[in-house]
C-alpha cells in the first residue's frame, strides 16, 4: 500500500537519487542536493506555520511504498505562485490592426508578458517512477496535494494553476526558447532551466524577456506548433489533471510554451467530490458488496496522510469501514475522522 506524506529531512537522499533520472517532462522539480534540502526544509516549517491567509508556504509531499521503504515519487503544491517576487507568463492575446487610409482590418495572435497569476495556488514538481504503469498511485500522488487543500483551505487561494513542460527534442532543445527565449538570454535552454531553477518569478526574467506583444506569426512554424503542447512525459499528469478539473486556458509557459492548466477550485473533483467521514475497522477482510476505489485522507494538516483503499460505498453512510493495514497507515484510530473521495 502506497502512501503520499509531508517529505522529511531523511527523504533528501531518495529524493536526489529521483532527480538524477533524466525528467525532461518535469521542470518544476529541484535538481541539485542544495536546491532539494532547501524545498524540504521550506516544506517542513510551511507544514507547521499558522497561517490565516496563503503566502510564501510550499508543500512537498513524497509517495513511499513503505513495503520497500523506499520513495518512488513526489509532488509540490504552492500557496501562493511567485511567492517573493511575480509569476511571469505568456498571455495569448488577439490584436485588432486598423488602417483607415487602406480600408485593412484584421486580427493578429500575439503573446503578452504579464503576471496575471501570481497569488494563485500552484501545483508544480510531479513526478513518480513508472509512470506507465503507475496507475492508481500516480492518482493518488497528484490528488493527495489538492486533498490537503481541502484539508486546510485557508492555506490556499480559490484557484489553482498546474503548468505542464512543453516540447523538446531528444537533445533537450525547445523550438520556442530557441525562437524566442534564447534572443534575450543568449544560452542554451536546459542552461536556462538550470540558472532559472524551474521558477517563473526571478527578476531576471522581467529583465530580459520582452515587454512588447511577440507577433506569433512572425515566429518559426515549429516554435507556432509547440505552443500550448505538453512534453510527451508529461501525458500522465496532463490525464490526471484533465480528469480532476483543468483546463488549458490563455496561458503558456514564457520558457517553453508549454500549457498552464486553470480551475476554480469549486469545479475540481477533490473539492466537489469530497466528504467527511468517521472510520470503523472492517473486520470482514473486504467481503463487502459494492466495493469502490477512494482516495482517503487523515484529517490533520501536521500529520497529513494519504492512502488508496478499496472498501464499501460511503455515499450512504456516516462511516468508511477500512482494513486495518488502511488505518495503520493512515496513522488514526477507529472513531477518527477522514476526507474520502472516488478515484
Known amino acids: 500500500m502506497h502512501v503520499v506524506r509531508p517529505a522529511e529531512l531523511s527523504d533528501i537522499a531518495a529524493l536526489e537519487k529521483l532527480a538524477a533520472v533524466t525528467m525532461p517532462g518535469v521542470h518544476t522539480l529541484p535538481k541539485t542536493r542544495e536546491k532539494i534540502a532547501a524545498s524540504v526544509e521550506r516544506s517542513i516549517a510551511s507544514f507547521a506555520a499558522h497561517v490565516d491567509i496563503p503566502s510564501e508556504e510550499s508543500y512537498l ?3 513511499e511504498n513503505p513495503t520497500f521503504g523506499e520513495i518512488v515519487g513526489t509532488a509540490a503544491i504552492y500557496a501562493s505562485a511567485g511567492s517573493n517576487g511575480t509569476y511571469f507568463s505568456f498571455r495569448n492575446d488577439v ?15 500575439a503573446l503578452t508578458l504579464c503576471s496575471e497569476l501570481t497569488a494563485y495556488s500552484q501545483l508544480s514538481g510531479f513526478y513518480v517512477q513508472g509512470r506507465e504503469a503507475a496507475g492508481v498511485e500516480a492518482a493518488l500522488l497528484s490528488r493527495a496535494r489538492l486533498l490537503f487543500a481541502v484539508l486546510a483551505p485557508h492555506r490556499f487561494g480559490d484557484r489553482f494553476f498546474v503548468p505542464l513542460a512543453g516540447v523538446t527534442d531528444a537533445t533537450g532543445s525547445s523550438p520556442f526558447w530557441d525562437a524566442l527565449g534564447r534572443k534575450f538570454f543568449k544560452m542554451d535552454f536546459l542552461d536556462a532551466e538550470k540558472v532559472i531553477g524551474g521558477a517563473r518569478n526571478r527578476t531576471l526574467i522581467v529583465e530580459l524577456m520582452p515587454h512588447y506583444p511577440v507577433y506569433v506569426p512572425l515566429l518559426p512554424g515549429d516554435a507556432q506548433a509547440a505552443m500550448g503542447q505538453i512534453h510527451p512525459d508529461g501525458e500522465l499528469a496532463f490525464n490526471l489533471l484533465t480528469e480532476e478539473g483543468f483546463e488549458a486556458d490563455d496561458y503558456i509557459d514564457i520558457f517553453d510554451g508549454g500549457p498552464i492548466l486553470q480551475a476554480h477550485k469549486n469545479s475540481l473533483r477533490s473539492f466537489s467530490g469530497a466528504v467527511v467521514r468517521s472510520v470503523m475497522l472492517d473486520e470482514r477482510g473486504g467481503g463487502r458488496d459494492a466495493a469502490v476505489t477512494y482516495a482517503i485522507a487523515a484529517s490533520s494538516e501536521q500529520n497529513f ?34 476526507i474520502c473521495v472516488r478515484i
Open 305 to 338: 496522510r494519504a492512502i488508496t483503499a478499496v472498501c464499501p460505498s460511503v455515499d450512504a453512510s456516516d462511516c468508511v469501514h477500512l482494513p486495518r493495514s488502511a488505518i495503520d497507515a493512515l496513522m488514526v484510530a477507529p472513531g477518527d475522522r477522514v
Open 61 to 63: 509531499f513524497v509517495l
Open 95 to 109: 490584436i485588432q490592426q486598423v488602417s483607415r487610409d487602406l480600408n485593412i482590418s484584421h486580427s493578429v495572435h
